[in-house]
């Protein structure tokens, strides 16, 4: 099975600290997603990359940058946070150009920000 | 991608098969429904998609409506580890690479 591991299961950071979520997959998936998930606007596109050094914005990149230096890892950068990015991060990866096999997911990582 | 319907909330006794609808009246003929869950603090979980025809796995079976305006997901014997949230999703398979997500509907199964 296509396994996506997320480093930390829970973060606490302080205001204006760089943070850095990292996310490895190890099926050899081309694409990869970051969504953030808050209660009442269920989950949300940060960023997805869909080759090693390419990246797209989603629909709430603002306050994050990502980097996809190997296939198998993408990160997920806060460059200062904020306590409003406070939230459940999740990564997911897919095999190539057509979808019509699942999404694998991580198991998030909860994030503090105070 | 066409948007998708569904209710916020519905209950299930264990052991009973739980029927979740989804509206997708606007679905082109491209598009495929899949269907994801997300159990309490974990990351949602694939389940299931189709195109046209009706189909069963493991976990669970998709009925899809002759016109693809409606399908519904059934779980054919509920348990308590089957409450979580689910979510219908409409999209083709190729070009846009991204899933969007609605805000699904939470399954609780009672004992």
């Known amino acids: 099975d296509v396994k996506v591991t997320q480093s930390s299961r829970y973060l606490v950071k302080r205001t204006g600290e760089k943070v850095f979520l990292e996310c490895v997959q190890d099926?050899?998936?081309?694409?990869m997603f970051w969504y953030r998930q808050d209660p009442g606007l269920g989950l949300r596109l940060i960023y997805f990359?869909?080759?090693?050094?390419?990246?797209e914005k989603g629909d709430i990149p603002e306050g994050y940058s990502v980097s996809r230096e190997k296939k198998e890892r993408f990160s997920l950068i806060l460059e200062s946070a904020s306590t409003n990015q406070t939230s459940m991060y999740l990564c997911?990866?897919?095999?190539?150009?057509?979808?019509?096999?699942?999404?694998?997911f991580g198991s998030g990582t909860r994030l503090t920000v105070v | 991608d066409a948007k998708t319907t569904q209710p916020p909330s519905m209950d299930c006794a264990e052991g009973r098969a739980a029927n979740l609808p989804c509206n997708h009246s606007?679905?082109?003929?491209?598009?495929?429904v899949y269907w994801y869950r997300q159990i309490h603090s974990q990351g949602p979980q694939y389940i299931i998609h189709?195109?046209?025809n009706n189909e069963t796995n493991e976990m669970a079976s998709l009925i899809i409506t002759e016109d693809r305006k409606s399908s519904t997901l059934i779980l054919p014997h509920a348990t308590l580890r089957d409450t979580a949230v689910y979510y219908c999703?409409?999209?083709?398979?190729?070009?846009?690479?991204?899933?969007?997500f609605g805000t699904g509907t939470l399954l609780a199964v009672q004992p």
């Open positions: 997911a990866s897919t095999l190539g150009g057509d979808y019509r096999y699942g999404y694998t």
């Open positions: 099926m050899d998936h081309e694409n």
């Open positions: 990359s869909y080759d090693v050094k390419m990246k």
């Open positions: 606007t679905i082109s003929g491209n598009e495929y």
């Open positions: 189709g195109l046209k």
């Open positions: 999703i409409v999209r083709v398979t190729k070009g846009r690479r991204e899933l969007i």
